[in-house]
């Protein structure tokens, strides 16, 4: 069993930063496929970036590419996402995840393991 416990959501203003963590417990982080999923209020959970255990390998959302950075620490088994240039439409509870398949990294059907979300508001 993994346990996911993501920390560092708050207020931000729009055009803002903020980073999200994600610490894990009960097992080493380093065998798993990482991923951080955003969900809104009515709104379905959708991806926002994912990083493979095997080489570091990332992948972003289109909507996030060149602001989100998405990385890891193994010693402190921990996973972060960097979040610049925050816009209001991307207020949400953010969530992490943790799964050890390949495929497909982008589906919530990956992962395995979730955290209880941390939210993120960006204020206009």
């Known amino acids: 069993q993994v346990q996911l416990i993501e920390a560092g959501g708050g207020l931000v203003q729009a055009g803002g930063s903020m980073r999200v963590s994600c610490a894990a417990s009960?097992?080493?982080?380093?065998?798993?496929?990482m991923g951080w999923f955003r969900q809104a209020p009515g709104k379905e959970r959708e991806f926002v970036a994912a990083?493979?255990?095997?080489?570091?390998?990332?992948y972003y959302a289109a909507s996030v590419k060149g602001r989100f950075t998405i990385s890891r620490d193994n010693a402190r088994n921990t996973v972060y996402l960097q979040m610049n240039s925050l816009k209001p439409e991307e207020t949400a509870v953010y969530y992490c995840?943790?799964?050890?398949?390949?495929?497909?990294?982008?589906?919530?059907?990956?992962?395995?393991?979730w955290g209880q979300g941390t939210q993120v508001t960006v204020s206009s």
């Open positions: 009960g097992r080493t982080l380093s065998n798993y496929n």
């Open positions: 995840a943790a799964g050890t398949t390949l495929l497909r990294l982008t589906s919530t059907l990956s992962y395995d393991y």
């Open positions: 990083i493979e255990w095997r080489d570091g390998t990332r």
